[in-house]
């Protein structure tokens, strides 16, 4: 896990365009940005998510709603994953768990990332830190070929087709 309380996360403004966020992502070598709109944390964003068919997808969408609608004008809100949407954990939890309790949820939420929440004393929730799927399995040691059926796995089960 990506302590925030050890590690200052790497932000981005929701309404930057992803090509610039992408530079910042391969200036200082992440592949994941906090977003943010103001001092509030409303999602994430990945390279992949850049890099991936969601730019396509939107632009082909009933939300592309800019001036004009072409890749360069694609905001990161516009492809983030929003904070509702992302896998919580509370940092006791993370505390207490085995790395196999961890994968489940992996494999379960069928996301990339999971967030890890912080209660304080005034019953205020913060975000305390960022769980990477690619990086625990780096740290396993489990090979690309595992990684890239798990994430066309994933890829296949949202873009899935009905079949007839």
């Known amino acids: ?12 403004a929701a ?4 090509d610039i966020a ?6 200082a070598c992440v592949r994941t940005l906090l977003v943010m709109s103001g001092e509030r944390m409303t999602g994430l964003i990945t390279s992949y998510d850049i890099e991936g ?3 396509l997808q939107f632009l082909g969408g009933s939300g592309c709603i800019h001036d004009k609608c072409r890749h360069e004008n694609i905001e990161v809100a516009d492809i983030m994953t929003p904070i509702e949407a992302l896998p919580t954990l509370r940092i ?3 505390r207490k768990a085995r790395i196999g309790d961890i ?3 992996f494999r379960v939420t069928r996301h990339t990332h999971l967030l890890v929440t912080d209660r304080q004393g005034n019953g205020r ?3 305390r830190g960022l769980v990477s799927q690619t990086e625990i399995e780096r740290r396993l040691g489990m090979s690309s070929a595992h990684t890239s059926a798990t994430r066309t796995e994933l890829e296949t089960s949202v873009f899935s087709r009905p079949t007839t």
């Open 1 to 12: 896990m990506v302590d925030f309380h050890s590690v200052c996360p790497l932000t981005v």
């Open 15 to 18: 309404e930057q365009k992803i």
């Open 22 to 27: 992408l530079q910042n992502m391969i200036s």
């Open 53 to 55: 068919p969601k730019p």
């Open 92 to 94: 006791e939890d993370v």
């Open 103 to 105: 994968v489940e949820t």
């Open 125 to 127: 929730i913060l975000v």
